[in-house]
């Protein structure tokens, strides 16, 4: 950055590495700055004013500059939602156990009243609820929506 440089309506007048600062003027080109606009200051840097009923000296015109940028990103192909398959089972040889013959005792069988037994409707099984998505962009939007009304609430009682 040097001296004398101009970018659009702005001109470098100095620039102060020990401070870090650049200042600039605009001696040619004047600005009217008016309630509610949005004016191009010099390249992407803009002067938005407030849209204020009451412009005096105890009230003056409220602005801010900001710089107007687009953010991009390479867009991701939807991945297919991955499908578990089913995993074959390899067939394991089982060894046949030997039985060995066990002394079985005689059991006295006692009389068992029967009692009729109501039959229970079969209990239906749940039905398993699909897996939902890791939370993502959603919560950015929500966000973003919940703090702009937020300003504009809090910029209307001003």
Do not use: W
């Not at 702005?10 to 600005?31: C, L, P, R, Y």
């Not at 089972?89 to 046949?96: G, K, R």
């Amino acid at each position: 950055m040097e001296e004398d440089t101009e970018y659009d309506k702005m001109t470098i007048q100095s620039v102060d590495a020990g401070t870090m600062s650049i200042m600039m003027n605009n001696e040619d080109n004047k600005i009217t700055l008016s309630k509610n606009k949005d004016q191009l200051l010099m390249q992407n840097i803009r002067i938005k004013t407030a849209d204020q009923d009451v412009i005096n000296n105890e009230n003056p015109l409220r602005f801010y500059i900001y710089e107007e940028a687009v953010i991009e990103a390479e867009e991701e192909e939807a991945a297919p939602a991955p499908v578990e398959a089913p995993v074959a089972e390899e067939p394991v040889a089982e060894e046949p156990v030997a039985e060995e013959p066990v002394a079985e005792e005689p059991v006295a069988e006692e009389p068992v009243a029967e009692e009729p037994v109501a039959e229970e409707p079969a209990a239906e099984e749940p039905v398993a609820e699909e897996e939902k998505g890791i939370p993502g962009f959603e919560a950015v939007f929500a966000l973003t929506g919940l703090l702009a009304v937020s300003y504009l609430v809090l910029r209307k009682r001003e």
